[in-house]
């Protein structure tokens, strides 16, 4: 393998690799007055290199027939690993049908065969460069729309939780809210963002539109089931009604709640779209909303590493308290130096 990629940022580079040392040097001398050229002898070694450095990248090329595994395999990879790159498969023999299966899964940009004509190959070269340029710039101004996109999807699910206890113990209840969006963001839970390249918007909408009404159903369901079941019950039997309800998510010792798996404290936030939310999730809601209209409260704590409740005094609240706290988990400073919600 000839050159590295030095620390700091360099100019994009072509990664080129095939097993032939001559045309390794023919692909340098040819091509290096145009971008730096980094090399490898093997699939292996493309894979390695594209790990290493895929982000000073913006060209693969590749041989077919190499000892291991064929070209068309680290194009592949790369496709699936680092769509940005532009991938190029070069080969001297006709293996047609591994071409025509290479281009027909969306592997490789362009076909050139060798022997090269070196004035061909530099414009292709050019062009794949400049195509990757193109893209670089695509992202970036998809990565902006998409985050506000994103912010809108969290902002929208505090917003359906706030409307969800409101429709189902009334208006101008905000305790379990304030109970609620503590505990996920003591929780934290950081959850992978849409794969973009496969959800658009309207998908997104859709997706949201039915979790969020199933998230309700069942909410509202294990409400009515805890109202049935804790007749005659009221704020002094809070702990042991809640541990009952939440079985193996918590634990307690008579005076407090120790959470035992934090993710559930922040499922419906911070979930991947299109993901469901368990029944453990809904019955914490319809725990908090059941035991506002027994007139208590939780108050939430660490200790150490642990999340913890007891059993708290009920507080007033300003009519902005939602939009302080959607604003709290939006804060920029919120993905890097707090528990993280993402979508």
């Not at 859709?206 to 309700?216: L, P, Q, R, T, V």
Request: hydrophobic share 40%; charged share 25%; glycine share 8%.
């Amino acid at each position: 393998m000839s050159h590295t990629i030095a620390n700091q940022t360099p100019p994009p580079a072509i990664l080129f690799v095939d097993d032939e040392a001559t045309a390794v040097k023919y692909f340098e001398r040819a091509i290096g007055s145009i971008a730096p050229v980094v090399t490898g002898a093997s699939v292996d070694d493309g894979k390695a290199m594209l790990d290493a450095h895929a982000s000073s990248l913006a060209v693969l090329v590749s041989d077919q027939r190499m000892p291991g595994e064929h070209g068309n395999e680290l194009l592949r990879y790369a496709r699936e690993r680092y769509p940005h790159i532009v991938r190029i498969l070069t080969t001297a023999y006709s293996e047609l049908d591994q071409t025509v299966e290479a281009v027909n899964q969306g592997q490789i940009h362009r076909y050139i065969k060798k022997p090269w004509d070196i004035s061909a190959l530099r414009m292709e070269m050019k062009q794949a460069l400049e195509l990757s340029g193109l893209r670089k710039e695509r992202d970036e101004l998809v990565r902006e729309k998409l985050g506000v996109l994103q912010t809108q999807t969290v902002a929208t699910r505090i917003g359906v939780v706030h409307t969800l206890c409101a429709s189902l113990i009334g208006p101008g209840r905000f305790q379990p809210v304030e109970t609620y969006l503590t505990g996920t963001e003591l929780a934290g839970t950081r959850n992978a963002e849409p794969d973009w390249r496969r959800m658009d918007y309207a998908d997104l909408v859709h997706a949201e539109s039915e979790c969020s009404g199933s998230f309700g159903h069942a909410v509202g369901t294990r409400l009515a089931q805890l109202r049935a079941q804790t007749a005659g019950r009221g704020v002094a039997d809070a702990l042991p009604v809640l541990m009952d309800v939440l079985g193996a998510t918590v634990r307690g010792n008579g005076e407090a709640l120790f959470w035992t798996s934090p993710s559930t404290l922040s499922e419906f936030l911070t979930r991947p779209v299109g993901h469901a939310v368990s029944a453990e999730h809904a019955a914490w809601l319809a725990c908090l909303l059941w035991l506002e209209e027994a007139g208590g409260a939780l108050q939430f704590f660490r200790e150490g590493d642990a999340i913890v409740c007891r059993a708290g005094a009920r507080a007033s609240f300003a009519a902005d308290r939602l939009a302080v706290w959607i604003e709290r988990f939006l804060e920029p400073a919120f993905d890097q130096d707090k528990p993280t919600v993402r979508v």
